[in-house]
């Protein structure tokens, strides 16, 4: 059990010192002669080796990984990954077909210009979005 707390300490150590300090690093390609600098983030790789060295020293069992991701729980995790690409894809479309510029320019008009009275439509949309979806989703999305 030490053995899990110690590499998850260190992930997330790592994780940040890579956040704040380190996010990409910067790589040479070549087309036709020329040189481009091409950034690669690296912080998303950082959970990734972390999980891989729980696998490989035997903290955690793939069964057992295996077993969370499909558990029937409220927090299973590709449910929650399915469903806010989902709604990532949803508001790509209505983004697109000019829904959110329609809303925004109409709430505009409405309150008058009116910082509190924006701040409180907004406050009543993401209200009225939670009863009816994923409070999760609905944080992640605004």
Do not use: E
Not at 6 to 27: D, K, R
Not at 113 to 141: E, K, M, P, W
């Amino acid at each position: 059990m030490s053995l899990v707390l110690w590499i998850a300490g260190i992930t997330v150590v790592l994780f940040i010192v890579s956040i704040l300090f380190c996010p990409a690093i910067l790589v040479r390609t070549h087309k036709k002669g020329t040189h481009h600098f091409r950034s690669i983030k690296i912080y998303p790789l950082i959970p990734l080796v972390g999980a891989a060295v729980m696998l490989l020293s035997g903290c955690v069992s793939i069964s057992n990984v295996a077993d969370s991701f499909l558990a029937d729980s409220s927090v299973n995790p590709l449910r929650i990954l399915i469903l806010f690409l989902s709604m990532t894809v949803f508001s790509l479309v209505l983004d697109q077909t000019g829904f959110f510029k329609y809303v925004s320019g109409w709430i505009l008009q409405r309150s008058g210009g009116g910082q509190y009275r924006i701040f409180l439509t907004l406050y009543a949309v993401i209200s009225l979005l939670t009863v009816f979806t994923s409070n999760d989703i609905v944080i992640l999305t605004f």
